[in-house]
T-cell receptor, first 116, second 114 residues
Framework: NAGVMQNPRHLVRRRGQEARLRCSPM?????VYWYRQLPEEGLKFMVY????????ESGMPKERFSAEFPKEGPSILRIQQVVRGDSAAYFC??????????????FGQGTRLTVV | DQQVKQNSPSLSVQEGRISILNCDYT??????FLWYKKYPAEGPTFLIS?????DKNEDGRFTVFLNKSAKHLSLHIVPSQPGDSAVYFC?????????????FGTGTRLKVLA
């Protein structure tokens, strides 16, 4: 059972370009979370998605950032017109649906975005 | 506002001794707590969790204690090993709030000295 897969591991973009980060959850997991870690900081929640549905996007910046988790395929975090301040490690996590809803999330290796 | 706080950015412990990592929270709706370990350039790895209906959960060398009245939890590692050197994050979620997102603390860097 493969873990959470994120690609690319490293992404370099020039200011103004678009960045697309992909996340394939663990098999059988229907919940995806995106987190951002700035240098020397903790993990900041960005967005929580289920298939075809955004449940909580309270941590997403209001502009330039969007996320989706389509019925088929990976979850995508899209950053338009990137700026230097977007440079960070972006982590995706997934968890299964359970009636109890208290369960751990499993993280991918992350995508390190560098904006030059 | 920081709902989950880890006030000690770093901790050094001698190999074989106990490591105690602390975490405080402010949201009384939190009912599930987790600890993750993170090595550089890797994703966080789940260690252990505890539900608010318990005050202790143990898994091998790792024990998590929850004090709901103080809104405080701690992770004990006994005995500490050099391979335990990593950044430890505590996290919390609130199932009653309709979203099951995990809120993380800022992490504590543990260094176990051989």
């Amino acid at each position: 059972n493969a873990g959470v897969m994120q690609n690319p591991r490293h992404l370099v973009r020039r200011r103004g370009q678009e960045a697309r980060l992909r996340c394939s959850p663990m098999k059988g997991h229907s919940h995806v979370y995106w987190y951002r870690q700035l240098p020397e900081e903790g993990l900041k929640f960005m967005v929580y998605l289920q298939k075809e549905n955004i449940i909580d996007e309270s941590g997403m910046p209001k502009e330039r950032f969007s996320a989706e988790f389509p019925k088929e395929g990976p979850s995508i975090l899209r950053i338009q017109q990137v700026v230097r301040g977007d440079s960070a490690a972006y982590f995706c996590a997934s968890s299964p649906w359970t009636a109890r809803m208290n369960t751990e999330a499993f993280f991918g290796q992350g995508t390190r975005l560098t904006v030059v | 506002d920081q709902q989950v706080k880890q006030n000690s950015p770093s901790l050094s412990v001698q190999e074989g001794r106990i490591s105690i990592l602390n975490c405080d929270y402010t949201n009384s709706m939190f009912d599930y707590f987790l600890w993750y370990k993170k090595y550089p350039a890797e994703g966080p790895t789940f260690l252990i969790s505890i539900s608010s209906i318990k005050d202790k959960n143990e898994d091998g060398r790792f024990t998590v204690f929850l004090n709901k009245s103080a809104k405080h939890l701690s992770l004990h590692i006994v005995p500490s090993q050099p391979g335990d050197s990593a950044v430890y994050f505590c996290a919390a979620s609130a199932s009653e709030e309709g979203t099951y997102k995990y809120i993380f603390g800022t992490g504590t860097r543990l260094k176990v000295l051989a």
